[in-house]
């Protein structure tokens, strides 16, 4: 069964915002809220690079120094759906998309491999 699913992702000029979407299967996340929830992304040649997170209750959230001011990120746990508001968007924003779900979910966590579960991604792309 899928687990992680994006969506909303494409191709935006440079100044564009575009909002992606996470939903988690009901059937692997039975209560969703105990749950930290992360977005990472990754370029073409690059490693992936975490972006976002947010605590299972969506109390807390943490940015990457290079979005902060630019991305939000959210959750609505009635609907096991984590958002990612993308604004001011730049090329340096193009990549795929990830997002991931923690077991812990009182904390954040910038690492991968503290991360349960992904999702197979979502292209990104910001024309200049």
């Known amino acids: 069964q899928v687990q992680l699913v994006e969506s909303g992702g494409g191709l935006v000029q440079a100044g564009g915002s575009l909002r992606l979407s996470c939903a988690a299967s009901?059937?692997?996340?039975?209560?969703?809220?105990?749950?930290?929830m992360g977005w990472f992304r990754q370029a073409p040649g690059k490693e992936r690079e975490f972006v976002a997170a947010?605590?299972?209750?969506?109390?807390?959230?943490y940015y990457t120094d290079s979005v902060k001011g630019r991305f939000t990120i959210s959750r609505d746990n009635a609907k096991n759906t984590v958002y990612l508001q993308m604004n001011s968007l730049k090329p340096e924003d193009t990549a795929v998309y990830y997002c991931?779900?923690?077991?812990?979910?009182?904390?954040?966590?910038?690492?991968?491999?503290?991360?349960?579960?992904w999702g197979q991604g979502t292209q990104v792309t910001v024309s200049s």
């Open positions: 991931a779900a923690s077991n812990t979910g009182y904390r954040l966590y910038t690492y991968l491999y503290k991360y349960d579960y």
């Open positions: 009901r059937r692997t996340f039975s209560n969703y809220a105990n749950y930290a």
């Open positions: 947010i605590t299972g209750s969506g109390a807390n959230t």
